[in-house]
């Protein structure tokens, strides 16, 4: 009796990581010196345990479910995990080349959205606070690099 | 008295101006951080790792220890005003401590928290002194099968006792043990799971896993399934100050669950869970007023606190002596030992004398400061429960990338940092503990490198771990332990 579609897909992920560890594993030499085991012998055993477990869970989901699973009755909402997604994203991508203050700015906007928030003035403003009190306090106290990226004008050659 | 003065030499180090000024901001932003709801010990510390990286080594820790122990008790007020806690092991407090903030009495509770966590972990931290020296002689003697053998137990009793089931638990440890395997592998310099990509031939850094399964996971997490919950803060009424009652009520629970404590946190038990629910239960069997539990007893407060605090020292004796963190935050404080280079263990208490006492010695320096700074500021740590949901999550975020991005100035971390994020995300909707992939990527590698040792030494022999004594011991111990629950199962009358 399967209880839960996504139980069963992911112990099933589980079992299919597992499958690619052990196929990256075959890859790696075994040779190891003294030892007589290489630098492929903890790898396979993590994969067969990786594997096991996987299997474990699978039998546990098809046989009435993950066991002590607490209940979970709150329904999924995309939007706000997408929102949040987009602006995780957003930040890879802007980060590099528009500096650490726009990127900063950005994912906060987003997530801010994600979380409900209707006022997106508001929430790049102070993102934009935020983010530049950050970017200061690493940059000019703690003398740790951050892009400055399009800024690099306003701020001056404190960033790299 | 050897400890003593190697003590007295640690203040030296610790009240230097430098030193004690790290230590103040360590806590101060440790406490800060720790009160966002939401973000318990182990994310604190992973988010401003960061900050430390041009730092001595000795002020890096010293800021360290500050903010892990800022953040135990910026969780513990969390906890007594919002109902919401932020680590398992502040769970028992929330049991009492709201509903004493509930009935007006949220000043007594902090207090008898923000004292009883002082008086524990001062006293936990005598018993560190006096203990370490100790476990480091016997430290001195275990070789590469001992070690492994250790470790070993540690993985075993972490991923079962953390969360309800032992099969999940060991499905994390063992998603955290793959994860520790990418990288070159120190023995041979042979690259594994990198697939060429240049920032995964270091191996993936602590922070980004812990970053990402406990804030990146636990952002997504809270925005698919809770974003519109609203969450009410009780307000402090009326004096912070405990009564002749509360501080008679309060004493006892301290000194009771520091003995509960500090054992527990010595041992791979997953930290300061165990301890603060089995000094609720012994405080709730012993207390005069049993009839007041479940609606605010102060000894309900006092004593889990207590015991929170004394575990969350204990945890450093196998830290600082064997190199074996037993919690997740622990796994992330050796992140930081390595990122200096730094490998705990006996030979760091000879190597490095300044920095291992100067860290014992802030851990008091830390724990007066946290005492006076906490209760005047309280007003302050209020504020910031008081940030919405909405920015408080965008600036746990900006700070988690942050964490993330400073590694290697490379959007590849931040990448990986999505894509734990996504695991923990599925980790918390489906009840995986991700304590021991915390654990199993920090202390798998080490595992690896002294399975492979013992086996140099022994020519190959894999019997050196079952004759040596103490390998031995450990690993029937281990075997006990996975075999005993399933064998109590089987023999118990089935009359459930």
Known sequence: MVRSRAEVALSLGIVALGLGVAAVTATLPSEGGYAGIGPNFIPAVVAAGIIVLGAWLAFEAFSGGWRKAPAHDAAFAPAPFLWVSAGLFAHMVLIGWAGFVVAGTALFACVARGFGSRRVARDVAIALVFSLAIYFFFVQLLNVNLPAGWLAPVLGGAGI | ?496
Request: net charge neutral; no cysteine.
């Open chain 2, 1 to 496: 008295m050897e400890a003593l003065n190697a003590l007295m030499h640690g203040f030296s180090v610790a009240l230097q101006p430098m030193n004690l000024l790290w230590g103040l901001v360590g806590v101060t932003l440790g406490t800060f951080v720790g009160v966002l709801p939401g973000v318990g010990p182990a994310l604190t510390v992973a988010m401003l790792l960061s900050l430390t990286i041009k730092l001595d080594p000795t002020g890096a820790l010293i800021m360290f220890a500050g903010i892990y122990y800022g953040a135990m008790f910026g969780g513990s007020t969390t906890t007594i005003l919002l109902n919401t806690p932020g680590e398992s092991a502040s769970i028992a407090t929330a049991l009492e401590g709201n509903k004493m903030a509930k009935a007006g009495r949220a000043g007594p509770a902090l207090a008898t928290s923000a004292i009883g966590s002082f008086v524990a972990g001062t006293i936990a931290t005598v018993l560190l002194t006096l203990v370490a020296p100790i476990v480091v002689d016997l430290a001195l003697k275990f070789g590469p099968a001992e070690y492994f053998a250790l470790m070993v137990f540690a993985f075993i009793t972490v991923a079962s006792v953390l969360g309800a089931s032992t099969v999940r638990g060991l499905t994390s440890l063992f998603l955290g043990l793959f994860v520790g395997l990418i990288g070159i592998d120190s023995q041979t310099g042979q690259a594994r799971f990198a697939f060429g990509v240049p920032e995964l031939l270091d191996g993936v850094d602590v922070v980004v896993l812990a970053v990402g399964l406990f804030a990146v996971g636990e952002a997504l997490y809270v925005a698919a399934y809770q974003s519109r919950v609203v969450e009410t803060m009780e307000k402090i009424k009326g004096s912070l100050l405990m009564s002749a009652a509360d501080w008679r009520r309060s004493w006892p629970a301290w000194l009771r669950a520091t003995a509960i404590g500090f054992p527990f946190g010595t041992i791979p038990a997953g930290g300061a869970e165990i301890p603060t629910f089995l000094s609720y239960a012994a405080e709730k069997k012993l207390s005069r007023h049993p009839e007041e539990f479940g609606r605010g007893a102060i000894e309900g407060v006092a004593g889990p606190e207590a015991a929170n605090n004394a575990a969350a020292t204990g945890v450093l004796v196998p830290l600082l002596t064997l190199g074996i963190p037993t919690s997740a935050t622990a796994a992330i404080l050796l992140g930081a030992f390595q990122n200096y280079g730094l490998q705990p263990g006996p030979l760091l208490f000879e190597a490095q004398k300044d920095l291992v006492w100067g860290l014992i010695a802030s851990l008091y320096v830390g724990n007066i400061i946290l005492l006076i700074l906490n209760l005047p500021l309280i007003g302050i740590w209020v504020k910031v429960l008081e940030i919405p949901k909405d920015l408080l999550y965008a600036g746990i975020l900006v700070l988690a990338t942050l964490g993330a991005y400073s590694l290697h100035q490379s959007w590849i971390d931040l990448l990986t940092l999505y894509v734990f994020g996504l695991m923990g995300f599925a980790m918390r909707r489906w009840d995986v503990p991700v304590g021991p992939a915390v654990i199993g990527l920090i202390l798998g590698p080490l595992a690896e490198t002294q399975f492979r040792r013992a086996l140099s030494i022994s020519q190959g022999d894999a019997s050196v771990f079952f004759t040596q004594p103490i390998s031995a011991t450990l690993l029937a111990i281990t075997a006990f332990l996975i075999v005993a629950p399933w064998l109590y199962r089987r023999l118990k009358p089935t009359s459930s």
